[in-house]
């Protein structure tokens, strides 16, 4: 199973909106299966912060949004904030019944 | 409140064996299918292997299948991963995980704060 494909790397400014992509193929990202979102600052356990495509965790700011289109989904943090700065990671469940997750993305606050 | 504490990692040289284990507490073990997770050093996330609520089910990566055995004591709350053959490859730290609900299609939520597992000579 390939993992699902992020950008290295985005930045934003405190205020701004950046917008995380996570492209797979029609076996897991675009197929019925949930799509969740993972944070990870340094040092620490990631933290789930979408899941199935749209929905937040209880705690989750709204700034925290996901979506999907075809075999691409995508997490959109609005008002950036600097406690955002950290490592994030899509996951998808996949038609296999098993677990992929992407490469990550370093999301720099500037 | 869910917590999960990994334990069982070291060194350990190519080809040995270890066994990790997670104690879990603050929700109900048997509900829940749990999960391990990986991550080299620098590197991403990787999924290794789940198990079902009743250990009826079990799944793994390709790069565990074969190596690995995932179980589950549901009397003692814990989690267990046999990790047999090591290889340098196989450095990282592991995560355990919950099952968000009780299918193996809900994304893990609550996680511990990982064991090192270091495989060289």
């Known amino acids: 199973q390939s993992a699902l494909s992020q950008p290295p790397s985005v930045s934003g400014s405190p205020g701004q909106s950046v917008t995380i992509s996570c492209t797979g193929t029609?076996?897991?990202?675009?197929?019925?299966?949930?799509v969740s979102w993972y944070q990870q600052p340094p040092g620490t356990a990631p933290k789930l912060m979408i899941y199935?495509?749209?929905n937040r965790p209880s705690g989750v700011p709204d700034r925290f949004a996901g979506s999907k289109s075809g075999n691409t989904a995508s997490l959109t943090i609005s008002g950036l904030q600097a406690e955002d700065e950290a490592d994030y990671y899509c996951?998808?469940?996949?038609?296999?019944?098993?677990?992929?997750f992407g490469g990550g993305t370093k999301l720099t606050v500037l | 409140q869910v917590q999960l504490v990994e334990s069982g990692g070291g060194l350990v040289k190519p080809g040995g064996s270890l066994r990790l284990s997670c104690a879990a507490s603050?929700?109900?073990?048997?509900?829940?299918?749990m999960t391990w997770i990986r991550q080299a050093p620098g590197k991403g996330l990787e999924w290794v292997s789940y198990?079902?609520?009743?250990?009826?089910?079990?799944n793994y990566a390709d790069s565990a299948r074969g190596r690995f055995t995932i179980s589950r004591d549901n009397a003692q709350k814990s989690l267990h991963l046999q990790m047999n053959s090591l290889r340098a490859e196989d450095t990282a730290v592991y995560y355990c995980?919950?099952?968000?609900?009780?299918?193996?299609?809900?994304?893990?939520?609550?996680w511990g704060q990982g064991t090192l597992v270091t495989v060289s000579s």
């Open positions: 603050g929700f109900t073990f048997s509900d829940y299918y």
């Open positions: 029609s076996n897991d990202v675009g197929s019925d299966n949930g």
């Open positions: 199935d495509v749209t």
């Open positions: 995980a919950r099952g968000r609900c009780r299918g193996t299609s809900c994304p893990p939520d609550y």
């Open positions: 996951s998808s469940y996949t038609n296999s019944a098993s677990w992929v």
């Open positions: 198990i079902s609520s009743t250990s009826s089910y079990t």
